[in-house]
């Protein structure tokens, strides 16, 4: 089993669809919880982070963690044909100079106009 | 400051030969990292150092791959005898630790991607 399992897709969706993006793991030592978006030929972008069980909001996203699950997720309201990307999850434990940085495949999302 | 810079943007190549990627991370970073990612992966991390400091190399790294970062600023990663099986897009990555708290955000540029024929 590998620690971060996401599903690749690809998602193809409706423009201002709910978008719901997601990824499980098997380490509870996992303390940071990172969702990062990928353009075509471009390197990830950090859209968001959570450190504890819950919800966190930025606009039109919402990163939630369930951590009794090992379960979290991304959603997207109101879905836009450019949050067209690749979205990876990523999973930071340890601390100091042994943080290690786990990433799921990422999941293609198309948003068609 | 604009961000990290990668180059070449691409590089074509012939399997043998000798290939160097340049990374100019954020000024004031003093992490710096490279990965590989190859089509539907997520990054594979190759790298890191702390200020000048190679302090991790990945298992999977063969001695082919080396990597430098003189003076703690920019580095480079170079490739010798290139394989096919190297083809990927190269990934710098920079982040400013803050010891044992906060997480670890990285800033990617936007990669060098290497074909080998």
């Known amino acids: 089993q590998k620690e971060v399992e996401q599903d690749p897709g690809p998602l193809s969706v409706p423009e201002g669809a709910i978008v719901s993006l997601n990824c499980t793991y098997s380490n509870s030592a996992f303390q940071y919880f990172m969702w990062y978006r990928q353009y075509s030929r471009k390197g990830p972008e950090l859209l968001m982070y959570?450190?504890s069980s819950g919800n966190k909001e930025d606009g039109r996203f919402t990163a939630q963690v369930d951590k009794s699950s090992k379960y979290i997720s991304l959603f997207i309201r109101d879905s836009q044909p450019s949050d067209s990307a690749t979205y990876l999850c990523a999973i930071e434990y340890g601390a100091g100079n042994n943080r290690k940085l786990i990433w799921g495949l990422g999941t293609s999302l198309a948003v068609n106009p | 400051d604009t961000g990290v810079s990668q180059d070449p943007r691409h590089k074509i190549t012939k399997r043998g030969q000798n290939v160097t990627f340049r990374c100019d991370p954020i000024s004031e970073h003093n992490r710096l990292y490279w990965y590989r990612q190859t089509l539907g992966q997520g990054p594979e991390f190759l790298t890191y150092f702390q200020n000048e400091a190679q302090l991790e190399k990945s298992r999977l790294l063969s001695d082919r791959f080396s990597a430098e970062r003189p003076k703690g600023s920019f580095s480079t990663l170079e490739i010798q005898r290139t394989e096919q099986g190297d083809s990927a897009m190269y990934l710098c990555?920079?982040?400013?630790?803050?010891?044992?708290?906060?997480?670890?955000?990285?800033?990617f540029g936007a990669g060098s991607r290497l074909t080998v024929l």
């Open positions: 959570t450190y």
């Open positions: 990555a920079s982040s400013l630790d803050r010891g044992l708290s906060g997480a670890n955000v990285l800033t």
